[in-house]
């Protein structure tokens, strides 16, 4: 270890910087020739929100070095990064930038800016491009003491964004507050092309800039060689997968269910822990549990891609996430579990599976389900592609 003056280190920078313009000069300056300027190619697309936080997800053309302005009134006086550990990324193209500091119910005006990174000539001299200044958002942030809202949920699209698009018309959007897409989304993570194809464009064009999405991992999430990057472009909440929110009366719970088979199955040839993984899912939802958020609203609703097993038939995934969570699931008086991975409409009322409080359901791949919420009921709707009413339901609190 030995030490560098100040005096010296200055001079180490204006050196650099008088080589930087000489390259410049000469062309050999980064990769020489950049090409275009940097823009926007998808998003944003704003997801998962909590009570005073969401985050903002957006790519650009050039690797960058990112925040968002926002505010709640006609300024955007906040500035968010996504730093890691002191350090704010800037070799990435994959943006996910979380606000916080949030008033519910308020309307929310943010921008994003881009500063393209090139290069260092040295540790003190980075090298960087354009900036792009996005135009300036707006939506409503999720509020707890809303009355009345809608959501709608679609799962198991598997890569097939023209049926998603296709449902995407089923919807009537006024007042849609967010958007569940419950797992298998994406059809095996193979490339950041395939995530754009599948959905996400798609989602950025119809509502990605002003409705919250949530996403909730299906077993499809984790399979194929870019499933370990999946939580750069999906960002969990404080490094998880699950979570809770409260919004209009209603207590969400967002869970993993994992993979469908066990951990030693060939098909995950010795890559996948995810017994130990739901496991801690567990540990933290009893402890999610004892906060008793859940008590303060009249309505609770679950979410994951796999279902409570119902009979001793289904899969192991299942099977354990009935051993897991439908004890205490079923304790705080769930009302409606929303599920996908069948590929099949199934509806499970209370007491039709032994002792369950709840309505459990499987969505199919071309449904869109709905779910209207007033202090008098939820009410549920599953519509076929193309608009046919496949089922209703009126739950009350
Ligand atoms: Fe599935």
Not at 108 to 128: D, E, T
Request: hydrophobic share 35%; aromatic share 12%; proline share 5%.
């Amino acid at each position: 270890m030995f030490f560098v003056s100040p005096h010296y280190r200055c001079s180490l920078v204006i050196a650099a910087t008088l080589t930087l313009i000489l390259g410049t000069a000469c062309g050999f300056a980064s990769e020489g020739k950049e090409r275009g300027n940097i823009h926007i190619t998808h998003g944003p697309v704003l997801q998962q929100p909590q009570r005073n936080e969401i985050t903002v997800t957006w790519h650009t053309s050039k690797p960058a070095l990112c925040e968002v302005r926002y505010g709640e009134g006609d300024t955007l006086n906040k500035r968010a990064v996504a730093s890691s550990l002191g350090l704010i990324p800037n070799d990435s193209t994959c943006h996910a930038v979380r606000l916080t500091g949030l008033t519910p119910g308020t309307t929310v005006r943010y921008q994003l800016i881009s500063k393209a990174m090139r290069n260092f000539h040295n540790p003190y001299v980075p090298v960087f491009g354009k900036t792009v200044e996005s135009e300036i958002f707006t939506y409503r942030h999720l509020d707890p003491e809303k009355k009345k809202f809608s959501f709608v949920m679609w799962n198991d699209i598997h890569d097939d964004c023209e049926r998603l698009e296709a449902m995407f018309k089923d919807v009537d959007w006024k007042d849609i507050d967010f958007v569940i897409m419950n797992g298998d989304i994406v059809n095996d993570f193979k490339s950041d092309e395939q995530f754009f194809n599948a959905f996400y464009d798609a989602c950025a064009r119809q509502f990605g800039s002003s409705i919250p999405l949530v996403y909730v991992r299906g077993n499809h999430e984790t399979r194929g060689a870019w499933a370990r990057r999946f939580f750069d472009y999906v960002p969990g909440v404080s490094g998880r997968s699950y979570y809770a929110f409260t919004h209009g009366g209603v207590y969400f719970l967002a869970l993993d269910s994992g993979e469908d088979k066990p951990d030693d199955h060939n098909e995950y040839a010795g890559m996948v822990d995810f017994v130990r993984f739901r496991d801690e899912e567990t540990a933290w939802l009893l402890d999610e549990l004892k906060s008793e958020a859940w008590k303060k609203v009249p309505y609770k609703v679950v979410i994951s891609h796999q279902p409570c097993a119902t009979s001793e038939e289904d899969w192991f995934g299942e099977q354990e996430i009935r051993r897991l969570w439908r004890g205490p699931l079923n304790e705080i008086g769930t009302q409606l579990w929303l599920c996908g991975h069948t590929h099949r409409f199934s509806w499970c009322r209370p007491g039709e599976n032994g002792d369950n409080r709840f309505h459990l359901m499987t969505n199919p791949t071309d449904g869109t389900v709905r779910v209207d919420v007033s202090p008098e009921a939820m009410e549920v709707t599953v519509i076929r592609k193309g608009g046919e009413i496949l089922h209703k339901e009126s739950i009350v609190p």
